[in-house]
């Protein structure tokens, strides 16, 4: 297949608090293309979930939620680091989906094959258009397999949790590090061995370890994968 420079499907897949919203998005203005968060519609589900109370083992009960769940995604209507609204009938949900009662539970919504099925015939349908970066964990591997460039980015759980930390305190919330990084190695754990789309760089994926890199400069690497040729 003849790839295009730059290139029109760009994935961006890695664990949690890698980086991968601000360099998609990022990525997604600097190309003109769109920026899509999948993490969202997972998150979306769980969220609803919770809200009436429902079962979360419930696994025929949610996936129908999933197939059902009514997600409507706007462009940011508020200038506080949101890459956009997530409204659910009429709510701006967007930092709601982002509490630790979501982040707690979303693992085992998002391990649910039926789940899974619902969301990602939404995500390919959106991301075949093209000019995207489709942001996930199983983009590169499982819903654009096809993808131009498919980066992977990837961070140690200490510097992911400490990233975390300075954005819930920047924002004026209070967060425990410690607390932090357990659960976020154990929301990887779990997104990692699910049986259905783990977590994992595809083949062909540019692997960008985030370490000792600043936003700005995994910006620049990412930007220049793009208009190298593939
Ligand atoms: O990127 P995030 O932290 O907002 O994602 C929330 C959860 O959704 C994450 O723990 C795993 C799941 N997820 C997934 O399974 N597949 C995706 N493509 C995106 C997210």
């Not at 197939?67 to 506080?80: L, T, Y």
């Not at 489709?134 to 460039?149: F, K, N, S, Y």
Request: proline share 3%.
């Amino acid at each position: 297949m003849t790839k295009t420079t730059p290139p029109s499907i760009i994935t961006l897949d890695g664990p949690a608090a890698s980086g991968k919203s601000t360099i998609g998005r990022k990525l997604a203005d600097a190309l003109g293309y769109l920026f899509f968060d999948t993490g969202i519609m997972y998150r979306a589900v769980t969220w609803i979930a919770l809200q009436f109370d429902m079962d979360l083992r419930d696994e025929d009960a949610i996936t129908e939620l999933a197939q059902n769940a009514q997600i409507d995604i706007h462009p940011p209507s508020v200038g506080d680091g949101r890459a956009c609204d997530v409204i659910i009938a009429g709510r701006d949900v967007t930092w709601e989906m982002r509490s630790g009662d979501v982040d707690a539970n979303v693992s085992v919504v998002s391990a649910y094959a039926g789940v899974r099925k619902a969301l990602s015939e939404r995500q390919r349908q959106i991301g075949r258009r093209g000019r995207i970066v489709m942001v996930g964990r199983d983009i590169g591997t499982v819903i654009l397999p096809e993808a131009d460039l498919k980066i992977y980015l990837d961070a140690s759980a200490e510097e992911r949790a400490r990233r975390r930390y300075e954005e819930i305190i920047a924002r004026g919330g209070q967060a425990d590090y410690d607390e932090i990084l357990n659960k976020m190695i154990e929301r990887d754990r779990f997104d990692s061995t699910r049986a259905i789309a783990p977590l994992r760089p595809a083949d062909d994926a540019v692997i960008i370890d985030s370490d000792k890199m600043n936003a700005e400069q995994v910006f620049e690497r990412a930007l220049e994968l793009c208009n190298q040729d593939l």
